[in-house]
T-cell receptor, first 116, second 113 residues
Framework: AQTVTQSQPEMSVQEAETVTLSCTYD???????LFWYKQPPSRQMILVIR??????QNATENRFSVNFQKAAKSFSLKISDSQLGDAAMYFC?????????????FGKGTKLSVIP | DVKVTQSSRYLVKRTGEKVFLECVQD?????MFWYRQDPGLGLRLIYF???????EKGDIPEGYSVSREKKERFSLILESASTNQTSMYLC????????????FGQGTRLTVV
């Protein structure tokens, strides 16, 4: 079974600065998908960014980018120019590739605080 | 605007009660999921369904059952609620395919007293 580890339960960043959230995973598969989800306080979980393991290029979505290191099984999220609205729980998630790829396996989350 | 709607935001039930948590999605998604979220434990999958009347156990199915009679609706049932089932419950849906986005409901905070 796959496992996802987020080693930083809490982090903080100054507004306008850059922060990196860590995620590692354990799998024996060669193809899979990785995601970062954001859960703002009392609001719904939303997708931040996704990465296909067979793509070597790191995904980018505006101020959000990932550093995907397949050999190291590492998938970190970088948030540039942090804003107050970035304060949230961030979850890293893994999904198997191919038929039957239904469920997402989540890490335990990192709570990000943004300091004005 | 895509939407996953859970029937209750907050719920208080007594030990031993049968509890129904309802989830409806309007995106015609094949897959639907029930997760439980606890502090320090992240999200853990209870059950999922990839088609009407189809269901599969997740990582923590004990004490729960599910029903999917229509494509848009996925219900989580606590047959006899216990205090250790006090938690946040999240419903989600997605299309088939590995890289598809999962859309989440707003969550139901269930307290069993």
């Amino acid at each position: 079974a796959q496992t996802v580890t987020q080693s930083q339960p809490e982090m903080s960043v100054q507004e306008a600065e850059t922060v990196t959230l860590s995620c590692t995973y354990d799998t024996s598969e060669s193809d899979y998908y990785l995601f970062w989800y954001k859960q703002p306080p009392s609001r719904q979980m939303i997708l931040v960014i996704r990465q296909e393991a067979y793509k070597q290029q790191n995904a980018t979505e505006n101020r959000f980018s990932v550093n995907f290191q397949k050999a190291a099984k590492s998938f970190s999220l970088k948030i540039s120019d942090s804003q107050l609205g970035d304060a949230a729980m961030y979850f890293c998630a893994y999904r198997t590739y191919g038929a039957g790829s239904y469920q997402l396996t989540f890490g335990k989350g990192t709570k990000l605080s943004v300091i004005p | 605007d895509v939407k996953v709607t859970q029937s209750s935001r907050y719920l208080v039930k007594r030990t031993g009660e049968k509890v129904f948590l309802e989830c409806v999605q309007d995106m015609d998604h094949e897959n639907m999921f029930w997760y439980r979220q606890d502090p320090g434990l992240g999200l853990r999958l209870i059950y999922f369904s990839y088609d009407v009347k189809m269901k599969e156990k997740g990582d923590i199915p004990e004490g729960y059952s599910v029903s999917r009679e229509k494509k848009e609706r996925f219900s989580l049932i606590l047959e006899s609620a216990s205090t250790n089932q006090t938690s946040m419950y999240l419903c989600a849906s997605s299309e088939q395919g590995g890289n598809t986005e999962a859309f989440f409901g707003q969550g139901t905070r269930l307290t069993v007293v």
